[in-house]
């Protein structure tokens, strides 16, 4: 469990523009645990933009989902960067999440935490349905969840409406990480199930992954500095 509010809070910088990107971790870093860095930030700017964002530990969202040596592949291709944490889909199996724990233990106690992404907050369970998953997503992400950390995961990314199901399910031992994060009074976006951040952590979170809130605020540090205040 991270100790003191702001190390529980994740900052998600979400753009292709590196300056704007190292700007915005400037002015967070004293108000966070992590910087989250995922497609959008890594596919524009590659390693060499990770390497351009200090100041916190990195959170790589990169949802790696691919044959079992290739993932394995993929984390050892990342390890010089040192992330804290990397995601990945436990749609892609045991086998995958095991390889990649393996390939992330090169990097002995300093090795990233693995956390499995379930069923994307995106899909419903008519999505589901119509590929042959007949369950509803809440027992189709348990599914995924209990897959994962059996394999070597040390947690999971889950949507508000599922960190309390799943912190009684799976126990205090499954690192939960919560994004769909929303401050009173601040605009939704493009979520559709948000939870406030007192809410999420007294639920279960073990971190929460705040974006839009803090970084499109007039001012990002005051907005972090509020949030990590109320967790
Ligand atoms: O701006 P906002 O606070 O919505 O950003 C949330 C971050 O968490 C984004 O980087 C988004 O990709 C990520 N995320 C999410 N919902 C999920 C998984 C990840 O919003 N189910």
Known sequence: ????????????????????????ARSVE?????????????????????????????FLDLKLHDI?????????????LAPRMVTLHAAGGGAMIQAAREAAEAAGTDRPMLLAVTVLTSLDAADLDATGVRDDPASQALRLARIALSAGADGLVCSPLEVAMLRRELGAAAKLVVPGIRPAGSAIGDQARTMSPEEA???????????????????????????????
């Open 68 to 80: 079992p040596n290739t993932v394995a592949g993929g984390i050892r291709s990342i390890l010089p």
């Open 1 to 24: 469990m991270p100790e003191g509010s702001p190390q529980r809070l994740i900052v998600a910088i979400d753009t292709p523009d590196l300056a704007r990107a190292a700007s915005l």
């Open 30 to 58: 004293a108000h966070c645990g992590l910087f989250k860095l995922g497609l959008e930030f890594f596919l524009a700017n590659g390693p060499a933009g990770v390497r351009e964002i200090s100041g916190r530990p990195i």
């Open 201 to 231: 952590v007294k639920l279960g979170a073990d971190w929460i992954v705040v974006g839009r809130p803090i970084t499109d605020a007039p001012d990002p540090a005051a907005a972090a500095a509020a949030i990590a205040a109320r967790i």
